[in-house]
């Protein structure tokens, strides 16, 4: 039976590029983001094996929903990959609490909440979560604290589920480096925004990339896993 996989955050970059991937090798994918009309754009593209619906990984009805409509057409899940995430990157003292805040309501309690409600299916599929973290869930630098503690806490979220969960579901991080895609516009703090330019630029991943690493996980035999896989640009 087709695999079916769900993707938050599939309206540009890493998430819609593994919607497309995953699709081509035969799943079939179910795309969430808030832009409707992207992610309605790249299901009709990709055809009957998508399906897309609006998604705030914030509202937790929505989250309910997105698993629903998922089980309503396809009848089961294999795969969840939480990929939604924002970075407002800045210095603590000059940056704006609701940007932080919102950083932890959208990469750790969305994340949480897309988990919570799909769990029950993924426990009946012996499924896959797949949590997209960084290379910024192993270190800080100035400029990143609160964009990395949120993605610490997905290392920590990823590596205390496997264990509560082991053998039942799989639960897997992709930590990329600089990727380019709509990531680098979140940061609105001018001097940062500056400050990260050699860094998004110049060798940089492309989404397509990730999709690839992701992919890879997926197809590991039963009786293989991979935890994590680190991908940075070859500099
Ligand atoms: O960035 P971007 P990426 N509810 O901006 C969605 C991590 N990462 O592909 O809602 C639901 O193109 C947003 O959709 P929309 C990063 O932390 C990246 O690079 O329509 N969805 C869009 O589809 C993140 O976890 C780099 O605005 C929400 C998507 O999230 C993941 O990779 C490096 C949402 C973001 O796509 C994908 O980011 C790294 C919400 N409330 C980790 N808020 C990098 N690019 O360099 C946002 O280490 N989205």
Known sequence: KDKTVLITGASSGI????ARLLAE???????????????EKTASEIGERALAIQLDVTDKSQVKNFIDKAIEKFGSIDVLINNAGVGYLGPVAEGKLEDFHNMFDVNVNGLLSCIHYSLPHLLKSSGHIINL???AAHDVFPGSVVY??????????????RLEL???????NISPGAVDTEF???T???ETAEKFEDYFSGTVLKSKDIAESIYYMLSQPDHAVINEIIIRPDR
């Open 15 to 18: 998430g819609e590029a593994t």
């Open 25 to 39: 090798k035969g799943a079939n994918v179910v795309l969430g983001a808030r832009r409707q009309d992207e992610i």
């Open 133 to 135: 973290a960084s290379v």
């Open 148 to 161: 990395a503690a949120s993605k610490h806490a997905v290392d920590v979220i990823t590596r205390g589920i």
């Open 166 to 172: 082991r053998d039942k579901v799989r639960i897997s």
């Open 184 to 186: 680098k516009d979140h």
């Open 188 to 190: 609105h703090h001018k």
